[in-house]
């Protein structure tokens, strides 16, 4: 019966969204909790592309609004967002969720219909999830864990002497992080090192002097820490006073400037990151992106910026040529124009923003958006490839190593 609700409420929201008015675009992150952050970092981009689609005219005259879906960064709470970002406010696409909620909302994404353009989903669970529905402009963790472990198998991307010979994983046992627990296993195996252990930990606890322990016991030379801000540092903690003197490579949430304070410059003095960056190509769009965003905002672009940055241009040139081409925006139309205004082909008119495809898009010629993560091309599931930059703390900063380019992870 549940299933026949949410196949009936797509039939009329779809009825619905074909007569016009605003179009509504959900925002399902993370607005309160722990992962808060992600939510205040993706809202403000969003909305700058929105208020620029706006301003030009909109989508066939209608207005792109926003609309939040807190997911509070767990799956429960998120997949009450989603139903009511679906069925009750009717979106028309959602940008998110995040790996954390992810498994929440997968099959109401499914059963309705509504596309959905993560920004900030690298769970390997969007691997495979489906070919129509589902899209991302932020790489897999199948290709971050593939980057750490190429980092940290040769010496020549760390700029060390030698490469580390006794990795061990600790890795907390949630959803967005256990994502990426296989892809290092199986990277560490082909790149010829393979883990000495894999210690799962659970999440939120106030110590990890075993855990510490017994990741120690093997004799690392590097632990790869997969965790929180907060359980990372407790760990790192737990070692330092425990006497380690290896290294540790940790992955995008810890690979930040507030990492290093809530660590201390002196506990993460070393300590390798892991960040996705523009392609070389793009350098000069994302230097002005951030002079943009500074004067639109009066911030900084944090975390997922750019990844936002290319999901909200791509929906909205997948509204304006569902409007020119189809002549209606409903899930099913946007859904359709994705791949349409993003995928590379023949003929088509390279754009790098919304300005840019609609003066194409309207011209009557088909587009290839090139985006600020590189070229945002999805594969059959909706998944991109882009570069990776090795970081490391130094002096109390993060400093960049060198980038590997998504060529190198092959």
Known sequence: MRRVAILLAAVLTTVALAQGGAIKVG????????????????????????????????????????????????????????????????????VGPTSLSFSGS??????????????????????????????????????????????????????????????????????????????????????????????????????????????????????????????????????????????????Q????????????PQLANGIYGLEEVASPESAARNDAFKKQFKTYSGKDVQIFGTNTYDAMNVLALAMLRAQLKDGQVTRATVAQNIRAVADPGAGKVDVTDYASGKKALEAGQEINYQGLVGPVNFDQYGNITAPFAIRQVKDGAWTDVTILPASALQ
């Open 27 to 94: 925002l399902l992150l993370p607005f309160t909790g722990q992962y808060d952050w992600v939510g205040a970092n993706v809202q403000p981009v969003a909305q700058m592309i929105a208020d620029q689609v706006n301003q030009s005219g909109g989508i066939g005259g209608r207005d792109i609004v926003l609309t939040q879906g807190d997911t509070e960064g767990t799956v429960d709470a998120g997949f009450t967002a989603a139903q009511k970002l679906v069925n009750v406010d009717n979106v028309v696409a959602l």
């Open 253 to 264: 949430d810890q690979t930040n400037a507030d990492f290093i304070k809530l660590a201390t």
């Open 106 to 251: 997968k099959q109401l994404i499914q059963d309705t219909g509504v596309p959905m353009i993560s920004p900030t989903a690298g769970t390997t669970e969007l691997d495979k999830a489906g070919t129509k529905y589902f899209f991302r402009t932020v790489p897999s963790d199948s290709l971050g864990g593939r980057a750490i472990a190429r980092a940290a198998t040769d010496a020549q991307y760390l700029g060390r002497s030698q490469a580390f010979t006794s990795p061990v994983l600790m890795v907390a046992k949630s959803p967005a992080m256990v994502s990426f627990e296989s892809p290092l296993q199986n990277a560490f195996q082909s790149y010829g090192t393979p883990l000495k252990a894999t210690l799962e930990y659970a999440p939120g606890k106030p110590s990890y002097r075993s855990e510490v322990q017994d990741a120690l016991s093997h004799n690392p030379d590097v632990i790869v820490l997969v965790g929180t801000p907060e359980d990372s540092v407790r760990i790192m903690q737990a070692a330092f006073q425990a006497g380690y003197q290896g290294t540790w490579f940790v992955t």
